[in-house]
């Protein structure tokens, strides 16, 4: 971060950053509207364009091809590749009517998921993204948290904002909502679970906590706390077995929250979810 910021970025700033499926491309997206994309193996910048007229906060990469997707404050959701000249955008998608603050592509590659400061949902057609397929109105704050299950087809989580607090299930084959729950909470970023069907969520104001959630029932099973500021940043590790949680608090944490999968040996046949093994200032 220090090396992009400091040498190419000037006075810009980062505002989002995403891994590529492969994890040998970085994308980058600035305060001021630029998107970075990087080879990190070489540290070598590969393209960089203003696509947007303002803070590109959301970055998605589509899992089967190069195309990389970005959400902005000017509302507008650009899908570009980073192999041709990013200033010519492959397509645009508008909709939504205050800034974008959350994109997420499916994992099939069919759907993409948007979240926005208009408190709407909204779900684009890959093969259709000019125009969004569905709408989801029932959040009552801004939308950023979104996963995809990696367990079924179709179905997606969201999570709203502090006035919201809901974290809810949307079934987009039949468009319908497969229910919710009032968190308590903010609800900042979420990912399920590679080895368990189960989602993990992060919240801000009042608790600040991690809290990990079975679907059928949809009931939270564990509250991991420790943070003392909005837990914004979330990522899991290669192996399913562990999140990694960041925050406002100067401290990254690392928790190990999932048992390994039948093809990962297996130390024990019991595990525990217990609190980070590591905190990074």
């Excluded at 906060?57 to 507008?76: E, L, Q």
């Excluded at 995809?148 to 909502?177: P, V």
Aim: net charge positive; aromatic share 8%.
């Amino acid at each position: 971060e220090m090396c992009i910021r400091d040498r190419y970025m000037g006075s810009d700033s980062v505002a989002s950053v995403a891994w590529s499926p492969g994890g040998n491309l970085l994308a980058v997206g600035s305060s001021k509207g630029f998107v970075h994309v990087w080879d990190c193996a070489v540290s070598k910048e590969l393209a960089k364009s203003r696509v947007h007229g303002s803070r590109v906060g959301s970055i998605s990469w589509h899992p089967r091809s190069p195309m990389v997707s970005t959400g902005s404050r000017d509302r507008a959701i650009v899908h570009s590749d980073p192999r041709s000249r990013m200033d010519t955008p492959v397509y645009k998608s508008l909709g939504h009517k205050q800034e974008v603050c959350g994109v997420r592509w499916s994992p099939d590659g069919q759907h993409l998921s948007s979240g926005g400061n208009d408190n709407k949902v909204l779900i684009w057609n890959k093969d259709k993204i000019n125009h969004s397929c569905l709408k989801f109105n029932e959040h009552k704050a801004a939308v950023k948290a979104m996963a995809w299950s990696t367990h079924q087809n179709g179905l997606l989580a969201t999570g709203g904002g502090t006035t919201d607090r809901c974290l809810k299930l949307w079934d987009i084959t039949t468009g319908q909502s497969k229910g919710g729950v009032d968190t308590g909470s903010q609800v900042c970023n979420m990912i399920w679970g590679i080895n368990s069907n189960e989602l993990v969520t992060t919240h801000g104001y009042s608790s600040n906590h991690v809290a990990i959630w079975q679907l059928s029932p949809l009931k939270c099973i564990a509250k991991l706390t420790g943070h003392l500021s909005r837990v914004v940043y979330l990522t899991m590790s290669p192996d399913g077995q562990s999140v990694v949680t960041g925050s406002g608090d100067e401290t990254l944490r690392f928790w190990q929250v999932f048992p390994p999968n039948k093809y990962q040996s297996k130390k024990e046949e019991l595990w525990e979810v217990y609190p980070s093994q590591f905190d990074v200032r």
